[in-house]
């Protein structure tokens, strides 16, 4: 596609609940990034994959939160027994694999999930 | 662990005006990359400016400059003749290509830009 694509642009859930925010990144990128914003902060990184497989999952909070890219294209971030915590925007981004060193990261615009 | 601090929340500016965005960051490394990331009400991140450390110039894209300044651990963005589309938050953001190359971001200000 155009641009990295995220779906949906917002959700809201209820305390407990699961759900599945979708990444459709841009075509042809390997490397692919999940990032949350939690009100008046910056993104925090959580899960970095190259290709297929998740290089550094190091900033996934807990274990109710998972992702998967399985054919090296699609990232679904999956989060099991919402929080309100867990309320945020979740930014995706892809680049061509060499990260921001060598290309850019573009960003989609986000998922703004709503736990009430 | 790396830092990135943005100790200004929010700033304007007057249309057509010069302004100026601090950043300081924390890293025991010699070689990573900075960027500066505008971030308008629309939520996507789109970057401005990047510049690697091991290059003593200032990066330049266009109205936007950098002033960095390495043993300081200081990385200001300036921002040229303002205009009202430039309004929107503005990040900070620290990168190591020994680490994933994935990206520690500021708290973030947030420009005005007055007619």
């Known amino acids: 596609g155009a641009g990295v694509s995220q779906t949906p642009s917002n959700k809201v859930t209820e305390k407990g609940k699961y759900v599945e925010l979708r990444c459709d990144p841009i075509?042809?990128?390997?490397?692919l990034y999940w990032y949350r914003q939690s009100l008046g902060q910056g993104p925090e990184f959580l899960i970095y994959?190259?290709?297929?497989?998740?290089?550094?999952d190091s900033g996934l909070p807990n274990d109710r939160f998972f992702a998967v890219r399985p054919e090296g294209s699609v990232s679904t971030l999956k989060i099991q027994r919402t929080e309100r915590g867990d309320s945020a925007v979740y930014l995706c981004a892809s680049s061509l694999g060499q990260g921001a060193v060598d290309t850019e990261a573009f960003f989609g615009q986000g998922t703004r999930l709503t736990v009430v | 662990a790396q830092t990135v601090t943005q100790s200004q929340p929010e700033m304007s500016v007057q249309e057509a005006e010069t302004v100026t965005l601090s950043c300081t960051y924390d890293?025991?490394?010699?070689?990573?990359?900075l960027f500066w990331y505008k971030q308008p009400p629309s939520r996507q991140m789109i970057l401005v400016i990047r510049?690697?450390?091991?290059?003593?110039q200032n990066a330049t894209e266009n109205r936007f400059s950098v002033n960095f300044q390495k043993a300081a651990k200081s990385f200001s963005l300036k921002i040229s003749d303002s205009q009202l589309g430039d309004t929107a938050m503005y990040f900070c953001a620290f990168m190591s290509p020994y680490n994933t190359d994935k990206l520690i971001f500021g708290t973030g200000t947030r420009l005005q830009v007055f007619p």
């Open positions: 994959f190259q290709g297929t497989g998740a290089a550094d």
């Open positions: 890293t025991s490394e010699s070689n990573y990359y």
């Open positions: 510049q690697e450390a091991y290059k003593q």
């Open positions: 075509s042809g990128h390997t490397a």
